[in-house]
């Protein structure tokens, strides 16, 4: 299994090099990002603390990164400095009193989507810099000829994409396994599990469920960026609507919330759904993919509540799991006959 | 000039006393969903959509007079609502929580989807239009007026029905106790259609209201949505007085601040409110300590 994920990545790795078309390449880089982004939001989500404010620290970072290089002239590279502080103290100020008033479930839901709105209006709201419903677009900053410019994070080529984007996302993994592996983990399933429990036995649940929040905030905050530099347009309904909050916590749902891919599987499955929906249907009747969309995300749930990649791997696992222990009765009892 | 000022002041709090009136009604069908069933339908913006829709179809295009346009809207969407229970939320009642509320978000994609293929983006509105009220500097629009008084009657009816009847008791003590009362031979499952029902009902009851003022667009329910959870929350979920009172005080937030800075920054300090409000108090403005 592990070899075999190696040789795709392998796979995946090489493909901008052996000539893909610039569609393809275009659909691997956007499916990267959003991976990214939707591993971010599982980082919190697992641990059941269900957020629908991801598309404004989402749309935080995005505008933040192109309004400092519009208005301001900054690099994208100090602005994203600035965007990463901005969203990380609105996690903060968001996420605190709710872990220490103990905010939980539904609630946490409507108070991270209240703040989503908020974003989200006073985007609207500063039309006159933003760019309103309108959206905006980073200037461009290539002169004739150039391909690249890296103080302003801007490449013609989408080769130099997709090797970021592809780089992000690994980073993007690493730290959920570094989150795994660490000690805070082991507290974190204890919180998920018996909060209570959790805090007889000295853990400071409050402490960190909120390191978690303004990690993920922070990469999600990143994925914004990433995005915006590389679509060179954003508007308020592609980066911070409700939908595009609903639509992360759909792709992490479909894939499986609790494994490492289990959000990248996600991202791929519905960015090829919508994909081949409107290929297939193409434009002349609107709306029809997106009506297929909606009816297959409602059977998902319905049918499919572990993902797609959660409901794999239990399916392979039924054997793995159930010989460890055959061994071990065999051990037990080749002891046992030794013994006598 | 201060006297102006005042004027106007008075004009956005008048305004607000209306639009919560709205809010109130708006927000009661999702709450009554909330407190019997414990399901909160993301969808419930689109629920109101669809309601505006309806209408606009049989009054402009079928042809039928208003009123009976209104009716119809509010048994079909009723309908609606009792077929998004029997079809899409029974199959999870006992799912974790999260995904209940997402699989109504499926429902939002595809309600906003169904009402783009069927009537394209392009904004529509039944084209009534009722004069303004002048009582002095203030003028206020007929419609909101028309709207506060059918708002407030409704909610009116649903409070005795829910308080006098038969199967108004039997929602009421599904929600207080839901192991008990099959055993009192109250069976849940009628009780939880009647009452998706009727959260379909008052849903479109409200969209009957909002065809009068607001143009409809596929995405419009996005526009109600977060606006009406906040207020249920804000009430204390399935508190159906708790969230009559915090609609008149998001309404007036949203009215009073949009006077005083843009529409936007009235919902902006609005939402503001409400995130201070549940830190304060985490089970609603209205609950009892």
Not at chain 2, 188 to 193: D, V
Request: proline share 3%; hydrophobic share 60%.
């Amino acid at each position: 299994m592990v070899k075999l994920g190696w040789i795709i990545l392998a796979a995946v790795a090489v493909a901008p090099l052996l000539g893909i078309g610039n569609y393809p390449l275009h659909l691997m880089i956007v499916a990267l990002i959003w991976s990214y982004i939707y591993t971010s939001w599982a980082i919190m989500g697992r641990l059941g603390l269900v957020s629908f404010g991801h598309c404004a620290f989402l749309g935080i970072g995005a505008y933040s990164v192109v309004l400092a290089w519009n208005t301001l002239g900054w690099s994208p590279w100090f602005g994203g400095i600035v965007g990463i502080v901005a969203t990380l103290a609105v996690a903060f100020l968001i996420g605190w009193p709710c872990f220490r008033f103990k905010i939980v479930g539904h609630y946490f839901a409507v108070v991270t989507l209240a703040c989503a709105e908020i974003v989200r209006l006073i985007i609207m709201a500063l039309r006159d810099q933003t760019g309103g419903s309108l959206g905006i677009t980073p200037k461009p900053a290539l002169a004739d000829g150039a391909t690249m410019s890296l103080s302003a994070m801007q490449f013609s080529s989408k080769v130099i994409w997709f090797y970021i984007a592809l780089c992000v996302w690994l980073a993007g993994l690493v730290v959920w396994r570094w989150v795994d592996r660490s000690m805070s983990r082991i507290a974190l399933l204890a919180i998920s599990e018996e909060e209570e429990a959790a805090a007889s036995i000295g853990i400071d649940i409050s402490r960190v469920k909120m390191a978690i929040m303004l990690l993920s905030a922070g990469m999600t905050a990143f994925g914004g960026m990433l995005y915006a530099q590389y679509q060179s347009y954003i508007n308020p309904e592609t980066v911070s609507s409700l939908t595009v909050s609903l639509q992360i916590v759909f792709g992490v749902i479909a894939g499986g919330m609790f494994v490492m891919l289990g959000p990248t599987v996600g991202a791929i499955f519905l960015l090829a759904l919508s994909e081949t929906l409107r290929v297939v249907i193409g434009s002349q009747l609107r709306g029809i993919d997106q009506l297929i969309y909606g009816a297959m995300l409602i059977l998902f749930i319905i049918y499919m509540p572990k993902g797609i990649l959660g409901e794999l791997l239990e399916r392979f696992q039924v054997k793995p799991s159930s010989a460890p222990s055959t061994v071990l009765l065999k051990t037990m009892k080749e002891t046992d006959t030794h013994g006598t | 000039m201060s006297h102006l000022f005042d004027v106007y002041l008075l004009e956005a709090v008048i305004n607000g006393v209306l639009f919560g009136g709205l809010l109130a009604l708006l927000s009661l069908g999702l709450n009554l969903v909330f407190g019997v069933i414990e399901v909160i339908w993301i969808c419930y913006g689109e629920l109101i959509m669809v309601g505006m829709y309806s209408i606009w179809w049989l009054f402009k295009v079928v042809g039928f007079p208003l009123p009976l346009a209104m009716l119809v809207g509010v048994l079909f969407v009723a309908l609606l609502g009792a077929a998004l229970h029997q079809f899409i939320i029974r199959p999870v009642l006992n799912a974790d929580p999260i995904n209940q509320l997402l699989v109504t978000g499926g429902v939002l994609f595809f309600l906003q989807a169904a009402a783009t293929v069927v009537f394209g983006i392009e904004y529509r509105n039944i084209g009534v239009n009722l004069p303004s009220l002048s009582l002095g500097e203030i003028s206020v629009s007929l419609t909101r007026i028309i709207g506060f008084v059918v708002a407030i009657a409704a909610i009116a009816v649903t409070y005795v029905f829910l308080s006098r009847t038969y199967v108004g008791t039997a929602i009421r003590a599904i929600s207080q106790d839901r192991t008990v009362m099959p055993l009192m031979g109250v069976n849940p499952a009628t009780i939880y259609l009647v009452t998706s029902a009727i959260g379909g009902a008052l849903a479109a009851l409200a969209s009957c209201l909002l065809v009068l003022q607001y143009d409809m667009h596929p995405a419009i329910g996005l526009a109600f949505g977060p606006v009406l959870f906040i207020i249920c929350i804000l009430g204390g979920l399935g508190n159906l007085v708790g969230g009559f009172l915090a609609a008149f005080v998001i309404a007036q937030f949203i009215s009073v601040g949009g006077y005083f800075f843009q529409s936007e920054w009235g919902y902006v300090i609005a939402f503001a409110f409400f995130i201070l409000a549940i830190f304060i108090r985490p089970a609603g403005l209205f609950a009892k300590r």
